[in-house]
């Protein structure tokens, strides 16, 4: 397994770019998520890692091999790169067994029957289809006929792991099961992974990092809960988790981790990003944007700030109510509450946490 690393790789496609100045560095053993709306470039930065595509510049490497760099004229072929890759169309052979399927790739390499059989037999049972080994991929759940896919990859000792939306085509139910069963083979395998998604509830469930793309950039690279409790632009604080990006215009800095907004008649305590707190004049430029998550603000009789409730919604042991403070239609809250409320109910709200940014942020990219 190695450790990956992207400087400044751009790809265009035409006049297109589909990747824009990317650089990433990925260690050992670390299980990154490639997470952005359709058509942000994740596909294309996969295809890149893999060698189908060559990058227009930037340099690519591997465990600290360049593998691509268009100035010295560096291009390594998928082959030699030895990266495993598992597509959303699992890629079987319906005419040959299980086992040989995952062993097709050593046959290819000329591997003795003795070595082969032991490989097989190692990389079924890491993937729990150790009893399937005799039976046809026709015979298989979608869900096991992408973990054969995930064993053939294993079975080459690749690199890395290279996953391409491999839970697409697999229903609501079984994507939950295959979560785990990727997360058990991850901590098995202790694999290098980085993993294309559109799905943010799916790279926050499984990824050590997600690397949130637009546009072919990357906005922000961080732990999922940093992601969800920091985000470093109003993208991100959209893309990823539910809740609300509110613009606030007075923001009073109490240092540089914490500050106060006005919202409504209140003043409510929040973070503040520490770039936003450097950069003070944008602070009262009107830039500034309130993130709030609907745990964050819940209805309390008590509470000062008052607002009317919109819309609610019975999630399951708590209700999730919309809630406008004063006139502005830019200041509705997500909120969640105890009991249900009447469209239209005055209610008190205690808001626990916030996070305040530069809604400007990134937005020239
Ligand atoms: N071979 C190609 N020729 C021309 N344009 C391409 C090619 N491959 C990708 N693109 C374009 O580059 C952009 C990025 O595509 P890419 O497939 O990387 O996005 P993605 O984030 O993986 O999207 P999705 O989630 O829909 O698969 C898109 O606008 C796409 O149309």
Redesign the pocket.
């Known amino acids: 397994m190695a450790d990956i690393n992207l400087s400044r790789i751009t790809k265009s496609?035409g006049d297109?770019r589909?990747v824009n100045q990317v650089s990433l560095d990925i260690a050992d053993g670390e299980f990154v998520a490639l997470l952005?709306p359709?058509?942000?470039?994740?596909?294309?930065l996969l295809r890149l890692l893999a060698g189908f595509e060559e990058p227009d510049g930037g340099v690519i490497s591997l465990g600290g091999q360049v593998v691509a760099d268009p100035q010295s004229n560096i291009m390594v072929t998928p082959e030699m790169r030895n990266l495993g890759i598992v597509f959303q169309s699992y890629a079987l052979w319906p005419h040959m067994s299980v086992a040989r399927n995952v062993g097709y790739p050593l046959e290819v390499r000329g591997l003795g029957r003795a070595e082969r059989d032991h490989k097989i037999k190692a990389a079924l049972d890491t993937v729990a289809l150790g009893p399937y080994a005799d039976r046809s991929p026709t015979e298989l759940s979608g869900g096991q006929r992408q973990r054969v896919a995930l064993a053939r990859c294993l079975v080459m000792e690749p690199r890395a792991v290279l996953l391409d939306e491999p839970l697409a085509n697999l229903d609501v139910h079984l994507r939950e099961t295959m979560q785990q069963a990727f997360l058990d083979f991850h901590r098995r395998t202790g694999a290098t992974m980085i993993y294309?998604t559109?799905d943010q509830a799916e790279a926050m469930a499984m990824a050590d990092r997600i690397a949130v793309m637009d546009k072919g950039h990357i906005r922000q690279m961080a732990a999922p809960e940093t992601l969800y409790r920091e985000p470093a632009d109003l993208m991100v604080a959209g893309f990823v988790g539910a809740g609300a990006v509110l613009p606030i215009s007075n923001v009073s800095i109490t240092d540089d981790r914490t500050c106060s907004v006005r919202l409504g008649d209140t003043d409510v305590a929040a973070r503040i990003c520490p770039n936003f707190v450097r950069n003070r004049a944008a602070a009262h430029a009107g830039q500034a944007g309130l993130c709030l998550r609907p745990e964050d603000v819940w209805v309390d009789d008590a509470g000062a700030l008052r607002g009317s409730v919109e819309d609610c919604v019975y999630l399951g042991g708590r209700f999730r109510l919309s809630v406008r403070i004063g006139q502005d239609r830019d200041h509705v809250l997500p909120v969640y509450a105890n009991r249900r409320a009447r469209i239209g109910e005055n209610v008190g709200l205690k808001v626990s946490d916030g996070w305040v940014f530069d809604r400007m942020q990134g937005e020239a990219a």
């Open positions: 496609f297109y589909a952005g359709s058509g942000c470039g994740k596909t294309t294309v559109h």
